[in-house]
């Protein structure tokens, strides 16, 4: 059974940092490209970051640029996203996804999603 289980979510301040990490279980991590998505309360899903099976290219959203870090430990199949200068706009349900042959931004494209992981920034 291929799953995805996202950890690392809860309550900061404005200005803090979380890690959120994603584990990877039920299929062979390394080929996939992987990605982070969020969902506010109200809105569409969004694209976060994107990195490559390799950990060689990397994606991000243009406003957590310099802010968010996505990597990726293939041995431990798991995914991290750092995220430091946190705001309250990124407040939201913050979800990993696999994609086999494709590495970019498109949701749709992503094969495997895990059940995703609150994140709230309070100002």
């Known amino acids: 059974q291929v799953q995805l289980v996202e950890s690392g979510g809860g309550l900061v301040q404005a200005g803090g940092s979380l890690r959120l990490s994603c584990a990877a279980s039920?299929?062979?991590?390394?080929?996939?490209?992987m990605g982070w998505f969020r969902q506010a309360p109200g809105k569409e899903r969004e694209f976060v970051a994107a990195?490559?099976?390799?950990?060689?290219?990397?994606s991000y959203q243009e406003s957590v640029k310099g802010r968010f870090t996505v990597s990726r430990d293939n041995a431990k199949s798991t995914l991290y996203l750092q995220m430091n200068s946190l705001k309250p706009e990124d407040t939201g349900v913050y979800f990993c996804?696999?994609?086999?042959?494709?590495?970019?931004?498109?949701?749709?494209?992503?094969?495997?999603w895990g059940q995703g992981t609150q994140v709230t920034v309070s100002s």
């Open positions: 996804a696999a994609a086999e042959g494709y590495f970019g931004a498109a949701s749709r494209l992503y094969d495997v």
């Open positions: 039920g299929l062979t991590f390394s080929p996939y490209a």
């Open positions: 990195i490559r099976w390799s950990g060689g290219r990397t």
